[in-house]
């Protein structure tokens, strides 16, 4: 029987080894680069729910038998390329399919959190209270009703921000290239208007050589004074040093981070460094689309990808 290493929580394991029952062995491998590498040996497929370890050209050439990588998330910028193009092994990842993420909605759930977090300085009112302290003039909250929200990125989670921002009687405006159409309510802007104009900046867009940099520290020092910032995308969108810098001077009132550039290991990182000292700064450890129930089906998703291809494909050529 063809291998099947899975990368990821419990619940997505359990749902992967029920999909792929008499299809393929499914193996539970811990994400670290060394046992994922030991593992692809074997394997014939990879499902990946993960994202903790990059998987690279050596691990891909070191897997004579490997047909397929299919990963339970949008992003998939942590698989190398080059040995999987060469030998024909595609790479699925739920980009592929609008019709099942439409509502899954944690990752904007935890954006918009965020968004509120921000907005009543949630964490510090809560370790004040924790310290045996009751002064709430400290702590005065950002009224979001009658404010602008600006979305860069205006796909799933971006719509979904829209509608609860809407609700909250906020405005919404949006940058997006390649949406033909925006939800109602949303007024299609420049990258540079959102940055600009917004007392909120959320960035839903996919990590990739044309967004890899996208917001400039140019950009960052046109922000809006005390505008609050929200990245729930990937860390390498967003100029890092800038971002500090503007949380430093007080230009950005407050952040909210799902993502850092080079997570998971954020030792070190000057953004993790600065909110351990401040409260204006929230740090999540990309944990936006982690839920058990959404976890649970866009694994049945993936694996579906992975039996489908066990079941046509012979042997990769090596």
Same mark, same amino acid.
């Given at each position: 029987?063809?291998?099947?290493?899975?990368?990821?929580?419990?619940?997505?394991?359990?749902?992967?080894?029920?999909?792929?029952?008499?299809?393929?062995?499914?193996?539970?491998?811990?994400?670290?680069?060394?046992?994922?590498?030991?593992?692809?040996?074997?394997?014939?497929?990879?499902?990946?729910?993960?994202?903790?370890?990059?998987?690279?050209?050596?691990?891909?050439?070191?897997?004579?038998?490997?047909?397929?990588?299919?990963?339970?998330?949008?992003?998939?910028?942590?698989?190398?390329?080059?040995?999987?193009?060469?030998?024909?092994?595609?790479?699925?990842?739920?980009?592929?399919?609008?019709?099942?993420?439409?509502? #899954?909605?944690?990752? %904007?759930? +935890?954006?918009?959190? $965020? /968004?509120?977090?921000?907005?009543?300085?949630?964490?510090?009112? =809560?370790?004040?209270?924790?310290?045996?302290?009751?002064?709430?003039?400290?702590?005065?909250?950002?009224?979001?009703?009658?404010?602008?929200?600006?979305?860069?990125?205006?796909?799933?989670?971006?719509?979904?921000?829209?509608?609860?921002?809407?609700?909250?009687?906020?405005?919404?405006?949006?940058?997006?290239?390649?949406?033909?159409?925006?939800?109602?309510?949303?007024?299609?802007?420049?990258?540079?208007?959102?940055?600009?104009?917004?007392?909120?900046?959320?960035?839903?867009?996919?990590?990739?050589?044309?967004?890899?940099?996208?917001?400039?520290?140019?950009?960052?020092?046109?922000?809006?004074?005390?505008?609050?910032?929200?990245?729930?995308?990937?860390?390498? #969108?967003?100029?890092? %040093?800038? +971002?500090?810098?503007? $949380? /430093?001077?007080?230009?950005?009132?407050?952040?909210?981070?799902? =993502?850092?550039?080079?997570?998971?290991?954020?030792?070190?990182?000057?953004?993790?460094?600065?909110?351990?000292?401040?409260?204006?700064?929230?740090?999540?450890?990309?944990?936006?689309?982690?839920?058990?129930?959404?976890?649970?089906?866009?694994?049945?998703?993936?694996?579906?990808?992975?039996?489908?291809?066990?079941?046509?494909?012979?042997?990769?050529?090596?």
């Amino acid at each position: 029987m063809a291998i099947t290493i899975y990368l990821g929580g419990k619940d997505g394991f359990e749902s992967t080894t029920v999909a792929l029952a008499g299809v393929s062995e499914v193996r539970n491998v811990v994400a670290e680069p060394e046992a994922v590498a030991a593992a692809l040996v074997e394997a014939d497929a990879v499902l990946d729910a993960s994202m903790k370890v990059r998987i690279t050209d050596a691990m891909v050439n070191a897997a004579p038998k490997l047909r397929i990588i299919s990963t339970a998330t949008t992003g998939s910028d942590h698989i190398e390329r080059g040995a999987l193009a060469s030998r024909g092994i595609p790479v699925h990842t739920l980009k592929e399919d609008p019709h099942v993420l439409r509502n #899954i909605t944690p990752a %904007a759930e +935890l954006s918009w959190t $965020l /968004v509120m977090a921000c907005a009543r300085k949630l964490i510090a009112a =809560v370790k004040h209270v924790n310290q045996g302290a009751w002064t709430r003039e400290l702590f005065p909250g950002l009224m979001i009703n009658g404010r602008s929200l600006g979305l860069i990125g205006c796909g799933r989670i971006g719509g979904w921000m829209s509608r609860y921002a809407q609700a909250f009687g906020m405005r919404v405006q949006a940058y997006d290239p390649y949406q033909a159409s925006f939800p109602e309510g949303v007024e299609p802007v420049s990258l540079q208007q959102v940055m600009a104009t917004s007392d909120v900046i959320s960035v839903h867009v996919h990590l990739s050589d044309e967004t890899r940099g996208l917001l400039s520290r140019a950009l960052f020092e046109t922000v809006k004074p005390g505008a609050i910032f929200i990245n729930t995308s990937r860390g390498a #969108i967003a100029d890092e %040093a800038a +971002l500090l810098d503007g $949380l /430093v001077s007080g230009r950005i009132g407050a952040a909210g981070l799902d =993502v850092l550039e080079g997570e998971p290991d954020t030792r070190g990182h000057p953004l993790v460094r600065y909110a351990q000292e401040h409260d204006n700064l929230l740090i999540t450890p990309h944990c936006g689309g982690f839920s058990p129930d959404a976890v649970r089906l866009v694994c049945r998703h993936a694996a579906g990808k992975i039996a489908a291809a066990l079941s046509t494909q012979g042997p990769p050529s090596v």
